[in-house]
């Protein structure tokens, strides 16, 4: 069974610092990998794709592939109070519509 | 970013009544829209994927005439919940994607059945 782990926290990490969201992916046929964020009684809002291994950058957010280990990451550098929301980890196999999510990784920033 | 809207934002029925829910590409063509549900504190569940004048592809479980779905154009997508109960009650999101790239979500629509 094609499956996305992450750790469901709650994550806290002091405003300023650098927050970092890990997820693992069981199917190696894993081609696309996204992150979403979610606050509270809202719809996911996708933050960054990334489809290559190495990282890619936007603004405040890393996001970093490693297909060899499996290992797909968000950073979030300098963060604010309002990066607080619950972080989706999400994976498309080549030719497969369909998104594999991630149970969520519950980020708090605290002031 | 792409932008999904949905309608309505909430809706609240009787048990027994029927729920239709938009779900609209404003600035590209959605060629395969998706239905997810989302309880309290879960995580989203796929229910269906439907492309543009296909029948929909519902997930194992998803009740298909509960649940109807259609996508008859490129642009919009409805989800009817026929005849309603207290347990279907839920958030549900709709995603779209242009030729298989990155899902936009709309909203969500919170529903209620009473």
């Known amino acids: 069974q094609k499956e996305v782990e992450q750790n469901s926290g709650p994550l806290s990490v002091p405003e300023g610092a650098i927050a970092s969201l890990n997820c693992t992916y069981s199917d190696r046929g894993s081609q696309s990998f996204f992150w979403y964020r979610q606050y509270s009684g809202k719809s996911p809002e996708l933050i960054m794709f990334?489809?290559?291994?190495g990282d890619k950058e936007d603004g405040r957010f890393t996001a970093q592939l490693n297909k060899a280990s499996q290992y797909v990451s968000l950073l979030i550098r300098d963060s604010q109070p309002s990066d607080s929301a619950t972080y989706l980890c999400?994976?498309?196999?080549?030719?497969?519509?369909?998104?594999?999510f991630g149970t969520g990784t519950r980020l708090t920033i605290i002031p | 970013g792409a932008v999904v809207s949905q309608h309505p934002s909430w809706v609240i029925c009787k048990s027994g009544t029927s729920v239709k829910i938009e779900c609209r590409s404003l600035?590209?063509?959605?060629?395969?829209m998706f239905w997810y549900r989302q309880f309290p504190k879960q995580s989203l569940m796929l229910m269906a994927t439907s492309n543009e004048g296909s029948k929909a592809t519902y997930e194992q479980g998803v009740e298909k005439d509960k649940f109807l779905i259609n996508h008859a154009s490129l642009t919009l997508s409805t989800l009817t919940v026929t005849s309603a109960h207290p347990e279907d009650s839920s958030f549900y999101i709709c995603?779209?994607?242009?030729?298989?790239?990155?899902?936009?979500f709309g909203p969500g629509t919170r529903l209620t059945v009473t």
């Open positions: 995603s779209a994607s242009e030729l298989n790239y990155e899902q936009y």
């Open positions: 600035d590209f063509q959605a060629t395969t």
């Open positions: 990334i489809y290559s291994n």
């Open positions: 999400a994976v498309k196999s080549f030719g497969n519509e369909k998104l594999t």
